[in-house]
T-cell receptor, first 115, second 110 residues
Framework: DTAVSQTPKYLVTQMGNDKSIKCEQNLGHDTMYWYKQDSKKFLKIMFSYNNKELIINETVPNRFSPKSPDKAHLNLHINSLELGDSAVYFC??????????????FGAGTRLSVL | AQRVTQPEKLLSVFKGAPVELKCNYSYSGSPELFWYVQYSRQRLQLLLRHISRESIKGFTADLNKGETSFHLKKPFAQEEDSAMYYCALSTQGGSEKLVFGKGTKLTVNP
């Protein structure tokens, strides 16, 4: 009964390929996020969507394109993968209320390895 | 610009010893601070936030605006506290987001 689920858990691919990571939350939250965690465990926000609308885009290369078909899903598509894209990508969600604002619930992560 | 600094990348203590994980922030607005924890092979989860002023798993953290700090403390560390700890700052107004520190890996030795 996972609250925030990401697929796949592991992704190994060649440079230049295009790949997608999917995220779904069953918490009824309004806002979803994508984070990148590099090899040094540094966690940095990439995108945020609120009710299917993009609200944060943190100077991420335009090879990365998030898509939110509905507020329970936020997928991440990456074109022309590069070696530097290798990282763990985390999806998260939160509810827009004064009490719960910015309490984020995280997925288990997707480990992307670009060869 | 918002920034969260966790000066210790690694911290190692013995079981039963006090532990303090340091966090300093830089933000011109009114800050909201959090500690998130990632246990081995588990997902990142909220440990506590400053507005709740509560103790979770024996951990407490006090926001010190004068020193711009939000250090995480526990008087007696347990082996199960071993994990990666992230301090995070929530920005206000418009597109709220969390800015994370680089994390501190805590190891509690038996």
């Amino acid at each position: 009964d996972t609250a925030v689920s990401q697929t796949p858990k592991y992704l190994v691919t060649q440079m230049g390929n295009d790949k997608s990571i999917k995220c779904e939350q069953n918490l009824g939250h309004d806002t979803m996020y994508w984070y990148k965690q590099d090899s040094k465990k540094f966690l940095k926000i990439m995108f945020s969507y609120n009710n299917k609308e993009l609200i944060i885009n943190e100077t991420v290369p335009n090879r990365f394109s998030p898509k939110s078909p509905d507020k329970a899903h936020l997928n991440l598509h990456i074109n022309s993968l590069e070696l530097g894209d290798s990282a763990v990508y985390f999806c998260a969600s939160s509810q827009e209320s004064l009490l719960a604002k910015n309490i984020q619930y995280f997925g288990a992560g997707t480990r992307l390895s670009v060869l | 610009a918002q920034r969260v600094t966790q000066p210790e990348k690694l911290l190692s203590v013995f079981k039963g010893a006090p532990v303090e994980l340091k966090c300093n922030y830089s933000y011109s607005g009114s800050p909201e601070l959090f500690w998130y924890v990632q246990y081995s092979r588990q997902r990142l989860q909220l440990l506590l936030r400053h507005i709740s002023r509560e103790s979770i798993k024996g951990f407490t953290a006090d926001l010190n605006k004068g020193e711009t700090s939000f250090h995480l403390k526990k008087p007696f560390a347990q082996e199960e506290d071993s994990a990666m700890y992230y301090c995070a700052l929530s920005t206000q107004g418009g597109s709220e987001k969390l800015v994370f520190g680089k994390g501190t890996k805590l190891t509690v030795n038996p």
